[in-house]
Nanobody, 127 residues
Framework: QLQLVESGGGLVQPGGSLRLSCAASGFAFNYFPIGWFRQAPGKEREGVSCISDSGGRTNYADSVKGRFTISRDNVKKSVYLQMNSLKPEDTAIYYC????????????????????WGQGTQVTVSS
């Protein structure tokens, strides 16, 4: 059974850090790019970052460049999102997703190009 499970969300003060994890199972993980997305209340889901199957290529939305870092461990079948210098506008539910077959990470991820999604983890940035 294909699964993606996010963890690591929580409440953090502005300027703080969180590390999200995405644990994958049920598919050949090392063959697929993985993306991170977020959705705030009343807003559309937006791409945050993606990483290629090998981990050699990454992309970020302009709003998180220089603050967020994506990485992956193909042995552990996991992808991580290190989030630093968090701002209140980063508050959202964060999702990881698997790219469609033959998909790639050549730009900040577009949700339409991803087919399997986790259940999400809440990130709240507030004082």
């Amino acid at each position: 059974q294909l699964q993606l499970v996010e963890s690591g969300g929580g409440l953090v003060q502005p300027g703080g850090s969180l590390r999200l994890s995405c644990a994958a199972s049920g598919f050949a993980f090392n063959y697929f790019p993985i993306g991170w997305f977020r959705q705030a209340p009343g807003k559309e889901r937006e791409g945050v970052s993606c990483i290629s199957d090998s981990g050699g290529r990454t992309n970020y939305a302009d709003s998180v460049k220089g603050r967020f870092t994506i990485s992956r461990d193909n042995v552990k079948k996991s992808v991580y999102l290190q989030m630093n210098s968090l701002k209140p506008e980063d508050t959202a539910i964060y999702y990881c997703a698997r790219a469609k077959v033959f998909g790639s990470c050549v730009s900040p991820p577009d949700p339409r190009h991803y087919d399997y999604w986790g259940q999400g983890t809440q990130v709240t940035v507030s004082s």
